[in-house]
């Protein structure tokens, strides 16, 4: 079994910052990518931001420049910081990791999300 537990969520105005973190545990033989993604009510889920085992990051448009992912590879470990926060981040966010097993095998595991409410 793979838990991810994330925390860090919680309310802020708008121009302020947060920084949300995601704790992986378990049976984990590798871990690939590591995300975050967010969901706005009545909005598909999309992704923020991702880091591979390299540290090569990817960012949604609408984040770049006010938004940093970051890794920890021997903890495990994911945090997305971000800055300027604007209403429109309002959302659930969560966190996923893509893994491998042994046997090349694939698995994606998602946090529980956790509510960041940016208010005007």
């Known amino acids: 079994q793979v838990q991810l537990v994330e925390s860090g969520g919680g309310l802020v105005q708008a121009g302020g910052s947060l920084r949300l973190s995601c704790a992986a545990s378990?049976?984990?033989?590798?871990?690939?990518?590591m995300g975050w993604y967010r969901q706005a009510p009545g909005k598909q889920r999309e992704l923020v931001a991702a880091?591979?085992?390299?540290?090569?990051?990817n960012y949604a448009d609408s984040v770049k420049g006010r938004f940093t992912i970051s890794r920890d590879n021997a903890k495990n470990t994911v945090h997305l910081q971000m800055n300027s926060l604007k209403p429109e981040d309002t959302a659930v966010y969560y966190c996923?990791?893509?893994?491998?097993?042994?046997?090349?095998?694939?698995?994606?595991?998602w946090g529980q999300g956790t509510q960041v409410t940016v208010s005007s």
């Open positions: 996923y990791i893509d893994t491998r097993r042994w046997n090349g095998g694939r698995d994606d595991y």
């Open positions: 378990g049976s984990i033989f590798s871990i690939n990518a």
């Open positions: 880091v591979t085992s390299g540290g090569s990051a």
